[in-house]
């Protein structure tokens, strides 16, 4: 029987994706943020479906929309289409090789870009500045080294 990673765990990265999206950055570089909550809630949709699913992910976009000060619901509704999209190709996504699960969490980020540019129109907010498109791109390159840690320390955990 495999036993789900604790508790603290789960909530615990939840919680530095939280803080790495509100820690203060250059201009320049805040445009080119990859969405590190996007990428934690992908990764542990996918290893943990039954403990975190689409009720996770819409409360912990309304935790990132709250201390984000953004349109609330904005951060929420796109956690839920990225979990929902995670869950529904959750049996290709886990066998990929890290290299295409990159390419998939790539792409799956720039569909989130794409949310991001309707939800800013609908709402009459500024336009995102032309950086942020890099984001799904950094955060594609980035993927297999947090891939590769939160599988370590899930597994550590499994340890104790």
Known sequence: ???????????????????????????AVTAMRPFLLAMLMAYWSMEVPNKIGIGSAFIVGLLADLVTATLLGEHAFRLVVLVFLVQRFRARLRFFPLWQQALAIGLLLGNDQVLVVIIHWLSGAAPLPWLSLLSPVLAML???????????????????
Not at 1 to 18: D, E
């Open 142 to 160: 980035l993927w297999p080294w947090l891939y590769v840690l939160l599988d370590m320390a899930r597994l550590r955990a499994r340890e104790r």
């Open 1 to 27: 029987m495999i036993r789900a990673p604790t508790s603290w765990l789960v909530y615990g990265s939840f919680a530095l994706g939280l803080l790495f999206t509100i820690l203060p950055l250059p201009a």
